[in-house]
């Protein structure tokens, strides 16, 4: 009879427990909750090094306002970042416009920003001391980061060849392999974009001109998965304009050469889309 009585004492105790315990988790403060962590790609248009020097403050920082983690990564080049893309490895992405058109819908991307009050060009470098023009690189190499690169690639190609301007393609991986080569003689010519020609080493700067700039497009994305719940996608895009103000965050805008984000949707790359780019 005494053991029975414990026994059900017992299960009283126990069916209580869960609640108790769910009880004492929502008490909890903020900062002890677990944040959902998130994987934040960067296209790889400049070093590895220099990525995480210009973007892992800032999203520590965009992270703490929004209530998440979100984690810096990269590639070893553009290529292998358009895969990891494509395969949705990604919670959040910086991309360049055509990327961001390629994974729009498959595996499922949604614009949250762009960079303020800026649009992208793409530019053609030489040797600060060339006296040639556009004119003048018939039938020489000239270096690109990747084909998929929008501005510093496609877009530099394009209206090369519109002017019937025949020349020969040397692809090295990222906008900075691009710069160094020019620099050191190896290609008559190399296509960036201004925001990573003026983020360049002043060293590596100053030996270099810039030739020829493009017609400007909507600039990269920043994008969030479709994978992603939308009470986080909409925490990260709610807090840009936080962001924008914070003093620890102009640092980094500092470094990006960018003013800061401003909030961005889908159709806003619509210019890029009716281009009409297949490759």
Known sequence: MVSN????????????????????????????MAKPQLIFGVVPQQSAAKLAEQWQPLL???????????????????????????????DVAY???????????????????????????????TKADWKGDLQDLQQQTIAFPAPRAFAASIINQ??????????????????????????????QAGGGVSRTFHSLDE???NQLKILY?????????????HSVVTETREALQNSIETLNRDAK????????NIKGFQHAEDKDWNDVV???ISL
């Not at 009585?5 to 900062?31: A, D, E, G, N, T």
């Not at 990327?99 to 009050?117: R, S």
């Open 5 to 32: 009585i414990y026994r059900h004492k017992m299960c009283r105790v126990l069916s209580v427990f869960p609640i108790v315990i769910c009880l004492l988790v929502l008490m909890l403060p903020p900062k002890l």
């Open 274 to 276: 009716q281009l009409g």
């Open 249 to 256: 965050a102009q640092g980094s805008f500092h470094l990006l």
């Open 95 to 125: 991309m360049n416009p055509y990327h961001f058109t390629l994974v729009n819908q498959t595996p499922g991307y949604t614009a949250i920003a762009h960079a303020k009050d800026k649009k992208i060009t793409g530019i053609l470098v």
């Open 203 to 205: 060293s590596v700067r």
């Open 60 to 90: 520590d920082r965009w992270g703490e306002l929004a209530g998440v983690e979100l984690k810096f990564a990269t590639a070893r080049d553009i290529p292998t970042f358009e895969k990891r893309l494509a395969a949705g490895e990604y």
């Open 213 to 225: 700039k493009t017609a400007p497009y909507t600039p990269h994305a920043i994008a969030v998965s």
């Open 158 to 187: 394009s209206e090369l060849t519109q002017k019937g301007i025949v020349f020969d393609t040397k692809y090295v991986g990222s906008h900075d392999s691009v710069y160094l080569g020019v620099a050191k003689g190896l290609y």
